[in-house]
């Protein structure tokens, strides 16, 4: 009889045990951040846009180059006017104009803008604060990360050409 016992509770306390992080509620299925990247959504003077996954990543020259995008949800155009940390600002090229739905993308193969902080000594790991400003959605600050160049972030040069598909077709000979 008490072999049965003991099977019974070792059965019913492995159940219990495993089955804390199940259900509609478990916190790994809550998780919304997969990236380095800091996520936020700006919801001010009728504005609705989605800054995704931005961060920092030092390069060799110890500039800091933003990766990231904005996206403008909203019916309502914005504008980038800039980006900080502290009291230095990013040299910003290429697109600043938020229309609906046309993100502004820092950095890869699809990207029409970028951000440079020159030679800030930057160096990864750390957390800096980084302010947006925008001409109708106002400033918006974010915690982000440095992180090295390396991995998907290897590309990542501080240059400020910006390089974008060439969208012209070549004339027929």
Do not use: W
């Not at 915690?143 to 290897?154: H, N, P, S, W």
């Amino acid at each position: 009889m008490r072999r049965p016992i003991i099977a019974i509770t070792v059965l019913a306390l492995s159940a219990s045990l495993t089955a804390c992080g199940s259900g509609r509620d478990a916190a790994t299925r809550n998780i919304t951040q997969v990236t380095d990247g800091v996520e936020k959504t700006i919801s001010t003077n009728d504005s609705n846009i989605k800054i995704v996954n931005f961060l920092l990543v030092a390069t060799e020259d110890g500039s800091a180059v933003v990766v990231g995008s904005i996206i403008n949800r909203g019916v309502v155009d914005d504008e980038l006017l800039g980006i900080a940390v502290g009291q230095s600002p990013a040299a910003l090229t290429g697109l600043t104009q938020l229309k609906q739905n046309q993100p502004i993308r820092f950095e890869g193969e699809s990207a029409n803008a970028k951000a440079v902080f020159a030679g800030v000594g930057a160096k990864a790991g750390r957390h800096v604060t980084i302010t947006l400003g925008f001409a109708r959605a106002g400033l918006v600050t974010l915690e982000v990360i440095i992180r090295d160049k390396r991995d998907t972030y290897a590309g990542v040069t501080s240059g400020l050409t910006l390089v974008t598909a060439d969208t012209t077709t070549a004339p027929a000979a």
